[in-house]
């Protein structure tokens, strides 16, 4: 019961705390609201020149990194997509060569580009390869040399 209690939580379903507290007669503690998760890249870093293949490294905050096909609450996997805009929440990802799936829960990579400026966006999707809400970064714009 309690583990249900607190993937609740971390879901966001806070509205269901103060209810549960008091179905027990406790004193009901302040509700504080799950963090908004956050992803961005560690590595590169936007404005850097790099080597035709160079190392990718994801950042994610206040959420889960599991394999694709995985159904596990608050996880996904991630994705990164190059010169490409991302898909609206909820549409699946392409897979193509702009957009790169990490489907084994790969937290860091190695990719290789023709020279010249590119734009990187990390997301991540769902279990199903959806765009999650509040899980598309900012572009890093990285000059291949
Ligand atoms: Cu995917």
Redesign the pocket.
């Known amino acids: 019961m309690m583990r249900r209690f607190m993937q609740s939580v971390s879901c966001g379903l806070v509205a269901l705390a103060p209810a549960f507290a008091g179905a027990q007669g406790a004193a009901v503690a302040p509700v504080v609201p799950a963090p908004a998760p956050e992803i961005f890249l560690r590595a590169p870093v936007t404005g850097a020149t790099v080597g035709k293949t160079f190392d990718v490294v994801f950042g994610l905050r206040h959420y889960g990194v599991a394999p694709?096909g995985a159904n596990i609450a608050s996880t996904g996997?991630f994705?990164i997509l190059i010169d490409v805009e991302a898909p609206p929440v909820g549409a699946v990802?392409p897979q193509d060569a702009l957009n790169l799936?990490f489907?084994k829960a790969l937290i860091e990579t190695t990719i290789t580009l023709a020279p010249g400026k590119h734009t990187l966006r990390v997301v991540l999707?769902d279990f199903e390869?959806k765009v999650i809400a509040g899980l598309v970064s900012k572009p890093v714009t990285v000059t291949v040399k």
């Open positions: 694709a996997h994705h990802i799936h489907g999707g390869h």
